[in-house]
């Protein structure tokens, strides 16, 4: 294990005192450069301090893994505690003994799984040294033959954990239709923070920053290339768009498995000229300042970050009506909503946002202020800490939270 600096038994675990931050661990299971629940975490840190909790990060990632690199770089960027445990598969014992050291050496009061590994690693591990378990459900999506036997695993561990927080309320609905306990799971949706997340440039400044054409509407995405993205949909319309002689452009940023697929349906369309899969970006804060309309075409997700991301930087957005997104997005007030997987009103809302700069600029500035006023990370965070002074009992600690609120 290398570190980078930049059902529990409660009445066996030793209570917080007031003159030591209370030590978090949250840990993940990661593969490459990682995903939107790592921009949650690495930004953590920070903003729990102030409340008496010192948080670390304990990746689990398998040994040479050269996109891992990226979460080292942001969480030098961010000041996050990293700890790195080589993961070589399920029945690594070495991999359960380096978190064991890990929670033991630095006495770890409350484990924070991220998802179904680290969740039932937990339960696990507090057999052997005390701790209070709590767990983010960031969303369920089908992968491989094995995610459902992963999902029955996670079920079954987050049933014995203290606290489970769900990004959005269909998750909180499916966590307590699989048996959780209402008291012990509850909503806390994703939010940034609007200062990071600032734009700096005008979309034709970004636009000609990044060498692409200032002529015709950019519409841009972001996310895996997975087929849960509804990428294909997403083409689809703009193909349609530009039938409809509507100047349309399309960046995707991101990568993944369904990157042949999407490939050929853009040839098959003759869309070469006018779609572009730009791939992984190690920060695409560039592009949503260059993208004219944010488009998020998937058929499932949490609350995504991307989505949170573009409105803060006013991006116009279209997204779809899912999981967590109706509650973010007031229809026709700061953006629009369409069905998942319904081409036509994809396509249809695309064209509204395309035919009109009016609209497009009413947007940006609700988008904004829907980000400052209801997600930011800072009042994510303030009930985050809140919860935890709940479930240890913390009464008499005190604390100077300064300007982050």
Known sequence: MTATTSETNNATIPPPTTTAPVVVLDTRVVTGSGGGPDKTILVSPKFLAPYGYEMLCAYLTPPADTGYA?????????????????????????????LLKLCREKNVQIWHGHDYKTNALGWALSKFHPMHLVST?????????????????DQWSLKRYRRVYCVSQDLLDTCLANGMKPANAMLLENGIDPLDFTRKRSTVEAKHALGLPTDGVLIGAAGRLEPEKAFDTLIRAIHRLREASVPARLAIVGEGHDRTRLEALIAELNLQQHVTLVGWQSD???????????????????????????????????????????????????????????????????????????????????????????YSFARRIQFLARDYDAILGRTDVRRTVGALL
């Open 137 to 153: 459900v960031h969303g369920w999506v089908h992968h491989t033959a094995r995610t459902p036997l992963y999902y029955k695993i």
């Open 284 to 374: 695409i804060r560039g592009y949503f300042e260059a993208f004219d309309v944010f488009a998020l075409s998937s058929l499932r997700e949490g609350l995504p970050n991307v989505l949170l991301e573009a409105m803060a930087l006013e991006v116009p957005c279209v997204a779809t009506r899912i999981a967590g997104i109706p509650k973010l997005i007031t229809h026709g007030q700061d953006g629009l909503l369409v069905e998942p997987n319904d081409l036509a009103q994809l396509t249809t809302a695309l064209h509204e946002l395309c035919r009109d700069d009016t609209l497009r600029e009413a947007y940006r500035t609700a988008a904004r202020a829907t980000i400052e006023a209801r």
């Open 70 to 98: 990226e979460i080292e770089r942001k969480a030098i960027k961010y000041g996050a505690p990293l700890y790195t445990v080589p993961d070589t598969g399920p029945f690594d014992v070495k991999l359960v003994a380096a």
